[in-house]
Structures are given as structure tokens and as C-alpha cells.
């Protein structure tokens, strides 16, 4: 009778681990697929405007940013697809919402 509790607990944590097990393999991402693009991809392109605008609505700056170089761009696939972007953003002369004609500033605003 004993033996058999034994048993029947050690065959339910056995059933617990593995599908503790393969919850946890399903979290993990897979890569499929990993490269460079160039940012006249229309997703790419997108996601720099979005860059942009977020950072520009989230920042306590009066001056608007700007990206001014794009440095890399990969697009990874797994169970969905994520672009990683890598840039240069620099405060433009133009103050808060014009953002028509702006250049880099120089000198003491410079950031």
C-alpha cells in the first residue's frame, strides 16, 4: 500500500516537471531567421518614424530630436518579427512641435 502512494507521487512530480518543462521551452524564442536591412525598408522606415515621434512625445526636452544616422538595422524572425534599431539622435534647432527645416544645433545646446 505504501509502495504504491511511493509511486503514484513520484509519477505526479514526474508529470509536473515535464510540463513545467515545456512551458518553459515554449517561452523561449526561437531564431529563424537574423539580418541586416537597409532602412529604405518600409518597416524599417516606420519603425525610425516611430522611434522618433515616441522619443520626442516621451522626452521633457522643449527641443525636437531628431535621427541623423542610422547605424544598423536587423531584422529578426522568430515567432514574430522584431526590428532592432541602432541610431543617432541629436536635438535639432526646431522647439516643440515644428519640426519643418531643423538642424542639428552646435555649441552649448548641442546634446
Not at 509536473?16 to 532602412?39: C, D, G, H, I, N
Not at 515621434?53 to 544616422?69: A, P, W
Request: one cysteine or more; charged letters at 30%.
Amino acid at each position: 500500500m505504501m509502495a504504491e502512494l511511493w509511486q503514484a507521487l513520484r509519477l505526479r512530480l514526474a508529470i509536473l516537471l515535464t510540463l513545467m518543462a515545456l512551458t518553459y521551452q515554449a517561452r523561449k524564442k526561437t531564431f529563424l531567421s537574423v539580418q541586416e536591412v537597409t532602412a529604405v525598408e518600409d518597416y524599417a522606415k516606420d519603425s525610425l518614424q516611430w522611434i522618433t515621434d515616441q522619443y520626442n512625445k516621451e522626452s521633457d526636452d522643449k527641443y525636437h530630436f531628431r535621427i541623423f544616422r542610422v547605424l544598423k538595422i536587423q531584422k529578426r524572425i522568430t515567432d514574430h518579427m522584431e526590428y532592432h534599431l541602432n541610431v543617432e539622435m541629436q536635438r535639432t534647432t526646431c522647439q516643440k512641435p515644428e519640426t519643418t527645416n531643423c538642424v542639428p544645433q552646435e555649441g552649448e545646446l548641442y546634446k
